[in-house]
């Protein structure tokens, strides 16, 4: 473990990691990966997202835009990659975690307008600099941790790439940083591409070259240089980037195409991250490391590279054409087939294919839709915004709930089940949200007290919220009766309609604090269909898959009944297809494995030597 040097508060460590060449290179993980490094030393760390772009947050982008908008416990809506940072690191972040140009820009000029600046011009330097830095300080020390204890360490992401018109002023704040807190507690990391073109087979590494060089010459040198690439790079290229890039060849990381994130953070400590950050920043961390080092995460990459058997798992959604639209959803449902023992296999099914509208318009594309829907073990409908799809959702939840096909509906997914529900077995033909039909016949679905239409930033019902739960199959599953998830939502089951949708059969199993608010709906009939307001997608992570999330891949595979008997626990058997005399292994334990592979208890668990 690291040891602090004295009893006072030492330095805040900072990395930096910036990317070149090309957005999208991985920067996220990649950061998400030194800070899993660290943790796994003993070191507390927290991350900061920085997105160049001027909107206030990420809350009123279209998924085609950025990809899913992520919501924190206190409601932030942000960029998805600290849904990265709090899925590896297993910290809560705060919405203050993820600064835009429009957060800084709103500072400044409020400042401004209030005289805080003594009648002084307001330029980009020093005051935008000014503040970027102050920010970054401030946030740095916030406790990310249920312990509460200040990190030690902040990863910040400078998100788009160096060059980009948009993020010249943070490149400047930080080059004026490193100085600020002085060398030893800076480091600046440089993820860039080393493409290798198929006409000559070899790799390239001008590009780096030449986005080293343009980061160099704005003002930051890099300590690491990371680069991406497709296959992995010989120590010819290394030495190359090494004399070109003026770093030694230890600073210069490899990272090509994996078959899971989780083997990224072993891959880059294999090639002495740690050695190098531990002396770099003065760290304190005892060298060398254990043996067992990093063997919670060994054994997770492990173990998803040995799944078998597959599941395929149908997600009905109105942005399909963008994977990045439903990366927490993708990310819980692989959590959850890791701890089941199952290969996800996951079909994209654009909703309004399903939609009657579309036989006509274009037969192909509706018959292949209720193929691939036909075809599945299980299906997802997951959240979504406006009147495009929402039929095509519906229709997913009618076959869903007719042929017994297990299903998860999530935020509009639940609205969704019950304009469905409504429809086919209340018989109310004009059943409706008032999204979509403000003056429908039955408002089975209306917009919140709190919804300003003419404000669609940040008005929505966001964070954290309590959900209580009467006993069902969900209940079963989260093995308690109080719940608190993640919410993300305008509209909401319309309380007139509860008595009868509940005498007909859709349970309304989960309701807020006010005990007005439908937050689970299940049909006890069904073998899996439950629909939740919440997004529990938010919070699952590797090794502790969300209960519903799990719920929905074991009816997949029929295991559920056998989970349930067994009062939620999963053995080795379930897990496997291969057959096992271990005793049950909960999933709590699986959580509570160190990095020497021992619970808390100190006994060695089965599978984990």
């Not at 002023?169 to 591409?193: I, P, T």
């Amino acid at each position: 473990m690291a040891r602090r040097a004295s009893s006072t508060m030492p330095d805040m460590k900072y990395i930096l990691v910036t990317g070149g060449v090309i957005s999208g290179v991985g920067k996220g993980v990649i950061a998400s990966s030194f800070g899993t490094i660290l943790k796994s030393c003993g070191i507390d760390v927290t991350s900061i997202k920085i997105d160049p772009y001027i909107n206030i947050d990420a809350g009123t982008f279209s998924p085609y835009e950025h990809g899913e908008v992520y919501v924190l416990d206190d409601g932030g809506e942000v960029d998805l990659d600290l849904g990265n940072y709090e899925r590896f690191l297993d910290i809560t972040l705060h919405r203050d975690n993820n600064i835009t140009t429009g957060k800084i820009y709103q500072q400044v000029i409020e400042r401004e307008r209030r005289g805080d600046y003594l009648g002084k011009t307001v330029q980009v330097i020093p005051h935008i600099t000014d503040a970027i830095q102050e920010w970054v300080q401030r946030v740095a020390h916030i406790p990310v941790t249920p312990e509460n204890t200040p990190p030690m360490v902040c990863i910040v992401e400078l998100g788009g790439t160096i060059g980009d018109i948009e993020g010249m002023s943070f490149v400047e704040a930080f080059r004026q940083f490193q100085f600020r807190v002085k060398k030893e507690n800076f480091c600046c990391a440089h993820v860039s591409l080393v493409p290798m073109p198929k006409s000559t087979g070899e790799p390239k590494t001008k590009p780096t070259q030449s986005s080293v060089r343009e980061l160099r010459g704005l003002g930051l040198s890099p300590d690491l240089i990371l680069c991406r690439s497709e296959k992995p790079i010989n120590h010819n290229v290394k030495e190359k980037i090494s004399n070109f890039c003026h770093v030694a060849p230890e600073q210069v990381i490899c990272v090509h195409d994996l078959t899971s994130v989780y083997h990224v953070p072993l891959l880059m400590e294999n090639q002495g991250v740690v050695q190098y950050l531990n002396e770099r920043l003065q760290l304190n961390i005892s060298m060398p490391r254990p043996s067992r080092f990093m063997q919670k995460w060994r054994n997770l990459a492990k173990r998803v590279d040995n799944l078998r058997r597959e599941v395929n798992i149908a997600l009905v959604g109105k942005y399909t054409k963008l994977e990045d639209s439903y990366a927490s959803v993708t990310k819980a449902l692989q959590h959850a087939c890791i701890a089941a023992g199952c290969k996800l296999v996951l079909t994209y099914i654009e909703a309004v294919n399903l939609e009657k509208q579309t036989k006509i318009d274009d037969p192909v594309a509706y018959h292949k839709a209720w193929q691939d829907l036909c075809k599945s073990d299980g299906i997802i409908v997951p959240g979504g915004f406006g009147q495009r799809g929402i039929e095509g959702k519906i229709e997913a939840c009618q076959w869903c709930r007719e042929t017994q096909k297990p299903m998860l509906g999530i935020c509009l997914g639940l609205q969704a089940a019950v304009i469905e529900f409504a429809r086919n077995v209340l018989g109310l033909k004009g059943a409706n949200t008032t999204e979509v039909n403000p003056d429908c016949d039955d408002k089975l679905v209306i917009d919140m007290p709190e919804h300003h239409p003419g404000n669609l930033g940040g008005t929505m019902r966001l964070g954290k919220r309590k959900t209580y739960l009467d006993p069902s199959i969900v209940s079963k599953l989260y093995k308690k009766e109080e719940i608190e998830e993640r919410h993300r939502h305008r509209y909401e089951v319309n309380p007139e309609y509860i008595e009868r949708l509940e005498a007909s059969g859709l349970r309304f199993v989960g309701k807020d604090v006010t005990r007005t608010r439908m937050e689970v709906a299940v049909v006890d009939s069904h073998p899996y269909y439950v629909s939740v307001q919440f997004h529990p997608e938010y919070l699952s992570r590797p090794l502790s898959p969300s209960p519903v999330f799990l719920g929905l891949i074991l009816a997949s595979i029929g295991k559920l009944k056998s989970y349930m008997s067994k009062g939620c626990r999963l053995s080795p058997r379930n897990q496997s297809d291969v057959s096992s005399d271990e005793e049950d292994i909960s999933i709590s334990s699986l959580s509570l494995i160190d990095e020497k592979g021992v619970a808390e208890n100190g006994k060695p668990l089965n599978g984990v030597h």
